[in-house]
Every structure is written in structure tokens, then in C-alpha cells.
């Protein structure tokens, strides 16, 4: 599955894994690997990350069986020591996004997309706009509000 | 999750809450909800999520009654209120740095965010649906709940 990553990240023109030593590109593949949940799952989420609160992306991601982004400690706070936490998106979170879209799965958003100004999340909505994918509206799910976003036909 | 690390977990919220927060509850009567309610503030008229993530805080408002997907984060009221939002890089600072910077503008805003809500918050409903039946990022039909909305409540003919 490292290998997976590895290989599938560096085939991508303008791969940051490429400019890697190789042992540190299959250390962030294995980093990625850890923190992509539920891969095969038919659907994505993605979205504001809330400590605490019942409707938290990577806790409705769990409960939902929906394949998200989440890296357990002590995963997270290696990754940040190893690399620094800027590092995170272009290792790991736009290569998320890149392999959500290549799949072509709907992904779900816990807020508004067009609600979200600033941060990782509008990065991540950005990337899946650029990649094709619109916003058709709102679902409840188990009876949390979520917006769908799938890829243009 | 164990029970654990989610009891730590609420325990930093409520800390967060009661330090930068608290002027809700002392100066604008609002009443505590607890750290694991999606609104931890409230009012007879409005509902308020304080969240943190693990750079920015969240800060969104609903009206009491209204379904969740009307809230509204502050960033795009005041864009609404002055035109812009004074946004930072919050990836360069750590989430208590930004923690304070986010209650400092709702305190210089709390006022108008408050006492003026039902002032602004059908216009600013109206203005974020005219900015999405624009985008081409959204498909038609989208926001036909927000659109309805609106109607109900004489923002559209």
C-alpha cells in the first residue's frame, strides 16, 4: 500500500514526492496511508475539523463509513516533527484530494462550501473545483446536513 | 476515541470557551451550553458555534429556529457588515494566537453581530445566495432551500 502511494504520487507531473530523498517519499507515503480512512468506501468527506463536537468531519467520517483524512496520534505529531506541519498539504492532503477525484466518488462537506474563505478546507475545495467537481446541494444523512459535491459529467 | 482523550478533549474546548468567550454569557446574556453542543451559545434568537480546529476557530451564527444549513461564519457578516474581513495566514500561528485574534473581532463586532442580528441576517442570506446562483462552481438548482427560504420570507419576489 506505501508502495501504492509512492508510485501513484510520483507518476503525477509536479509531484512534491519526487524532490524527496526516497526513503523520506516512502516515509510520507506511509504517513499517507495511515491517514486515509476507509479507502475503498463509495463515498468521501471532507471538512471542518471541530475538537469535541459530534459533527466534526473525521467523526461523522467514522461513524459514516466514509473514506476521509484523519491521522491518529501518535502519527500526526511524528509527522509534524519529521516534516513540519506545512508540509501537510502538499504531501498528504492534495494528493488526497487529487486520488478523491481520480476516483470520482461524491464528497461530502460538513459546512457550506461556498461559506468556506480561508484555510486547509477551502484549499481542499478549490483542488476538487479545479478537478471538476460542482456543488449540487444539501443532503441529510442520519440526519446531519452535509453538502454534495460531485464531478462535472 | 477513548471516553478519555474525548473528556480531555471537551475539557480544552470549555477552557477555550470561558476564556475568550465569556463576554458572551456576562455581557450579552447569552446562556452555556457545554463544549460538546454544536452551539455552545444561545439566546432566545440566536444560536452560536465557537470550534476548534487544529489552527483556526470557527465562529458561526444561526437564527433560533432556522435549519443549520442557513448558519453563517462571521468572516463572510463582516465582509457583509464593512466590506472586508481582516484575514490572517492562521497556519502561521498556533490555534490559542488565533483563538485571540478571532474573539478580538467578534468583541470590536459583538455589538453589531448581537444586537443588530435581525438587521442583518435575512440581507446577508440574500447576498450569499446572489453570490452563489452566480458561480459556476454550483450547479443549478443547488440552493433551491436557501432560494425558497428567501422567498418565505419576502427577500425575493
Known amino acids: ?153 | 476515541m477513548t471516553d478519555e482523550f474525548k473528556k480531555k478533549e471537551q475539557e480544552e474546548v470549555e477552557t477555550l470557551h470561558r476564556k475568550y468567550f465569556w463576554f458572551l454569557v456576562e455581557e450579552y446574556g447569552f446562556t452555556y451550553e457545554g463544549p460538546g453542543s454544536q452551539f455552545p451559545f444561545q439566546n432566545p434568537k440566536m444560536l452560536i458555534l465557537v470550534g476548534f480546529g487544529h489552527k483556526t476557530p470557527s465562529i458561526y451564527f444561526l437564527r433560533r429556529g432556522d435549519p443549520s444549513s442557513l448558519m453563517m461564519p462571521i468572516e463572510l457578516i463582516i465582509e457583509f457588515l464593512d466590506g472586508h474581513f481582516p484575514y490572517r495566514d492562521t497556519l502561521k500561528y498556533e490555534l490559542e494566537e488565533n483563538v485571540v485574534y478571532y474573539a478580538d473581532i467578534f468583541r470590536r463586532y459583538a455589538d453589531r453581530l448581537i444586537n443588530d442580528f435581525e438587521k442583518w441576517w435575512l440581507p446577508v442570506q440574500l447576498a450569499h445566495y446572489k453570490r452563489v446562483e452566480k458561480s459556476p462552481f454550483v450547479a443549478p438548482g443547488a440552493y433551491s432551500y436557501l432560494y425558497e427560504y428567501l422567498k418565505q420570507h419576502g427577500m425575493i419576489e
Open chain 1, 1 to 153: 500500500m506505501i508502495v501504492e502511494f509512492y508510485l501513484e504520487q510520483t507518476a503525477r507531473p509536479g509531484s512534491p514526492l519526487t524532490n524527496l530523498p526516497l526513503a523520506d517519499a516512502l516515509k510520507v507515503s506511509s504517513f499517507a496511508e495511515k491517514a486515509i480512512q476507509n479507502p475503498q468506501a463509495p463515498a468521501a468527506i471532507i471538512g471542518k475539523y471541530w475538537k469535541g463536537l459530534p459533527n466534526s468531519y473525521e467523526r461523522l467520517g467514522a461513524d459514516f463509513g466514509f473514506t476521509h483524512l484523519n491521522l491518529p496520534e501518535p502519527s500526526w505529531t511524528e509527522f509534524k516533527l519529521d516534516y513540519g506541519e506545512a508540509s501537510w498539504w502538499p504531501y498528504i492532503n492534495e494528493p488526497f484530494a487529487w486520488r478523491v477525484a481520480m476516483s470520482q466518488k461524491p464528497v461530502y462537506v460538513n459546512v457550506n462550501p461556498a461559506k468556506v474563505s480561508s484555510g486547509n478546507l477551502y484549499a481542499e475545495i478549490q483542488a476538487l473545483r479545479q478537478l471538476g467537481y460542482t456543488v449540487t446541494g444539501k443532503e441529510i444523512i442520519n440526519g446531519i446536513e452535509l453538502w454534495k459535491m460531485v464531478p462535472s459529467p
